[in-house]
């Protein structure tokens, strides 16, 4: 796993139903996509390390349900900014979800189609979201503290700036 990067090709399928992770496994590597699978337990943990572009949970899991994984992911600030499908075969999925403050929802079953077409979106809008942070502008600062032997040296050859992002 690596850390700190978005990747904008991979899913983290979080569903407790060997099948249907099955199912969006054969789904997603067949669009090109790096899939992820956790249990509800691991989501958070694996949503940080990995920051996959989409994450697709299923609302309905023993251990830990969709919306206490959401409010998990939604109430770390490393997490908070992954778009998060939920998946249900409740009727009452819109409901739950909002509340859940998932970014999309999807009926199971699902149709296939429309679920990649969903998925893909909520990847290129976080792909933008990257591309756009990346682009702010940077501050630059004097270094606060420097060795003296470096501060001499820099002092006669020009002025040194670190780069740091602007963190608004």
Request: glycine content about 2%.
């Amino acid at each position: 796993m690596h850390t700190g990067n978005q990747d904008t090709r991979t899913v983290l399928v979080v569903d407790d139903n060997p099948a249907i992770v099955a199912l969006l496994h054969a789904i997603f590597t067949g669009e090109n996509y790096r899939v992820l699978t956790a249990l509800a337990r691991e989501a958070v943990r694996y949503a940080r390390d990995c920051q996959p572009a989409v994450i697709l949970l299923d609302i309905s899991m023993p251990e830990l349900d969709g919306v206490q994984v959401c409010e998990r992911l939604r109430a770390d600030p490393a997490t908070a900014p992954i778009p998060v499908i939920a998946l249900s075969a409740q009727l009452n999925l819109r409901l739950n979800g909002s509340a859940m403050e998932a970014d999309a929802y999807v009926a199971k079953p699902f149709d296939v189609p429309a679920l990649v077409e969903t998925v893909a979106t909520w990847a290129d809008r976080r792909s933008e979201q990257a591309a756009n942070r990346a682009r702010r502008p940077i501050t630059l600062q004097q270094p606060a503290h420097t060795h003296n032997a470096l501060r001499e040296r820099l002092a006669t050859a020009s002025t040194a700036y670190v780069c740091l992002p602007d963190t608004m």
